[in-house]
Nanobody, 125 residues
Framework: QVQLVESGGGLVQAGGSLKLSCAAS????????MGWFRQAPGKEREFVAAIRWRGNNTYYSDSVKGRFTISKENAKNTVYLQMNSLKPEDTAVYYC??????????????????WGQGTQVTVSS
């Protein structure tokens, strides 16, 4: 069992920055990868970024490459998403997710076993 709690969302103007955090508790020793997804109203949940729990492999969607950075602190069981140069189209609820077993790039939401409640990010134009 794993619990994930996101924080750091809010309202920001276009071009601004936010940093999201995801704190994991429980059986985090079983984690293989952690990812960020987002979902805007009326749209499907979308992959944003992922990182291997061990190692430095990171993966990003094309829409956020060069603007967002995923990172982690293993000792704190925490992953982060630094979001720069935010655009109105980045507005969504952002979710943290954990994959407990092997995955390659871990791009698909059905590859993840645990999910947080989400944190709202709103970017004004």
């Amino acid at each position: 069992q794993v619990q994930l709690v996101e924080s750091g969302g809010g309202l920001v103007q276009a071009g601004g920055s936010l940093k999201l955090s995801c704190a994991a508790s429980g059986r985090t020793f079983s984690s293989y990868a952690m990812g960020w997804f987002r979902q805007a109203p009326g749209k499907e949940r979308e992959f944003v970024a992922a990182i291997r729990w061990r190692g430095n492999n990171t993966y990003y969607s094309d829409s956020v490459k060069g603007r967002f950075t995923i990172s982690k602190e293993n000792a704190k069981n925490t992953v982060y998403l630094q979001m720069n140069s935010l655009k109105p189209e980045d507005t969504a609820v952002y979710y943290c997710a954990l994959r407990s077993r092997f995955c390659f790039a871990c791009l698909m939401d059905n590859e993840y076993d645990y999910w947080g409640q989400g944190t709202q990010v709103t970017v004004s134009s």
